[in-house]
């Protein structure tokens, strides 16, 4: 069980011949879930090659140097950059689901499928009573994640089901080069149940849609539909020692001495370097929140903070903003 390293609303793309049943199976998705309607498949072919994106996130990480042979040594992992994806207004046109009906005059769902094969959307193929072989084949060879047949009375329950559990699977899959980096860099918490769970139980109760992963201090940048924003902060043991060592040779403040010595507050020094500076002087207690402890493989201490501001100043487009300025057909 694993955190994608950020996630946000996507776009569903859905081909099918009939605009009627397009437009009756958008409206029953709803507007928690953007879609993008074809009734032309080369269209739709065109549409999501100009609007996929490769795999990783350009400048996520880079070669390290050897200081001494100047050989590459290591990969520096840029986490500080990941948050910035929210600011991308155009985050939501993203196509992360293909949803296709078999039976298409021209060109059939499973040529459509093959088509886009390298793109790195997911696939979802619609089929009739008689289909069920040749979706089998077609997802033998890796061209469907899995078909649903439209006949089927919990056909449209079963699509939307399909559809969150395999846009999560596209954002695990879009960070895939860096899993193995994460818990070299202090962010080995993704992988665990325990914060798994926190974090999921943190997104309903804030009624969450998007989250991305934040440096100094670690945790997650998390945004309401409206925009709204929270960042979570999780500390390990070592790191919380850090945050005392750091203050104690800062010269901090006896109280604030104190409360980290007793693990009593989480800081959120990110307006200077993570750690703790004289500039924040006896103000420190602003920079702070209740420390919460999450038991998982190891200790965990959390708080959530109300705003991020550093991440958030450009102004990202909140998901109710774009749903109301994007036209979904």
């Not at 929210?86 to 985050?91: G, I, K, N, S, Y």
């Not at 696939?123 to 033998?140: C, M, P, S, Y």
Request: net charge negative.
């Amino acid at each position: 069980m694993t955190l994608p390293i950020y996630q946000h609303p996507s776009t569903t793309v859905l081909v099918d011949d009939s605009a009627s049943f397009l437009d009756s199976l958008r409206f029953q998705l709803g507007d928690h879930l953007p879609c993008k309607t074809f009734d032309d498949a080369i269209a739709a072919i065109a549409w999501l090659r100009a609007h996929s994106r490769a795999s990783v996130p350009p400048n996520f990480f880079s070669p390290g140097v050897d200081a001494f042979a100047d050989q590459p040594l290591n990969v520096a992992l840029h986490v500080e950059r990941v948050c910035k994806l929210a600011t991308d207004p155009q985050r939501f046109a993203t196509p992360s689901v293909l949803v296709v009906d078999y039976s298409m005059p021209g060109m059939n769902g499973v040529q459509v499928c093959e088509a886009v094969r390298d793109l790195p959307c997911r696939r979802i193929l619609l089929t009739g009573a008689a289909d069920e072989r040749i979706a089998i084949d077609a997802f033998n060879r890796g061209l469907i994640d899995l078909y649903i047949r439209k006949s089927d009375h919990d056909a449209l329950e079963r699509l939307e089901n399909e559809l969150q559990a395999l846009q999560r699977r596209y954002f695990l899959e879009q960070a895939a080069p860096l899993r193995g980096l994460l818990p070299l860099h202090g962010y080995g918490f993704i992988d665990d149940p325990a914060i798994v769970a926190l974090v999921g139980q943190l997104m309903e109760r804030h009624d969450v849609v998007e989250y991305f992963l934040v440096h100094a201090p670690t945790g997650f940048l998390m945004l309401d539909r409206e925009g709204k924003s929270w960042l979570l902060v999780v500390e390990t043991v070592q790191s919380m020692q850090a945050h005392l060592e750091m203050a104690y040779d800062s010269g901090a403040p006896p109280s604030l001495l104190e409360a980290l010595e007793q693990r009593l507050i989480i800081p959120d020094f990110s307006a200077g370097d993570g750690m703790y500076s004289p500039a924040f002087g006896k103000d420190w207690f602003r920079y702070t929140a209740p420390a919460r402890i999450c038991e998982g493989r190891q200790r965990y201490y959390w708080a959530m903070f109300e705003s991020r501001p550093g991440c958030v100043r450009e102004g990202p487009v909140s998901f109710a903003e774009y749903l109301r300025g994007k036209p979904q057909a």
